[in-house]
């Protein structure tokens, strides 16, 4: 009986996290549009150049399926990308009828500031914060940090996907 209550709180607590999570991305992405349009291309081509640049894919097929475009639609996204000087496609030599997709130091520094821009918005959140708090979040995200390190990619792609949604 005890081990059923615990089990009860402890479902209910991680709940209670992950409704603080959606909520706080939904305050951090309210900023993103104003974010990218400080580094001008449209939404969908930063999505693409974040998702490759984290690893969550390396061949126009797993974009697109991440996206949730078409392989018409991503042929067009990446020809674009490419045009502005942001990714090269090399042949994938495990399938000559694929390519793997690669940042450029152009791709790479458009990442670096958008992601500089996000840093910028949560440190401005953070601040108001007092230090108490602010321990207890470091502390927390440690802890979460070394729990998902653990993951197998699968799950940790998996995750991914259903964040990016």
Do not use: C
């Amino acid at each position: 009986m005890i081990l059923g209550k615990r089990e009860n709180l402890e479902e209910e607590l991680l709940e209670a996290i992950l409704d603080l999570d959606s909520r706080v991305m939904r305050y951090t992405r309210a900023g993103w549009p104003a974010s990218w349009i400080q580094v001008n291309l449209p939404s969908g081509h930063i999505r693409a150049l974040l998702i490759i640049e984290a690893g969550s894919a390396r061949t126009p097929h797993e974009v697109a399926d991440l996206l949730g475009i078409g392989r018409t639609s991503v042929t067009g996204l990446l020809d674009r990308l490419e045009g502005e000087g942001l990714l090269t496609r090399s042949i994938d030599p495990d399938d000559k009828r694929s390519f793997i997709l690669h940042l450029t130091s152009k791709g790479q520094n458009l990442v670096t500031q958008i992601d500089a821009i996000r840093r910028r918005q949560l440190k401005d959140g953070l601040a108001l914060m007092d230090k108490p708090a602010l321990e207890a979040l470091r502390t927390g995200l440690e802890a979460l940090s070394e729990a998902l390190s653990t993951l197998k990619p699968a799950a940790q792609s998996g995750s991914a996907t259903g964040a990016a949604e």
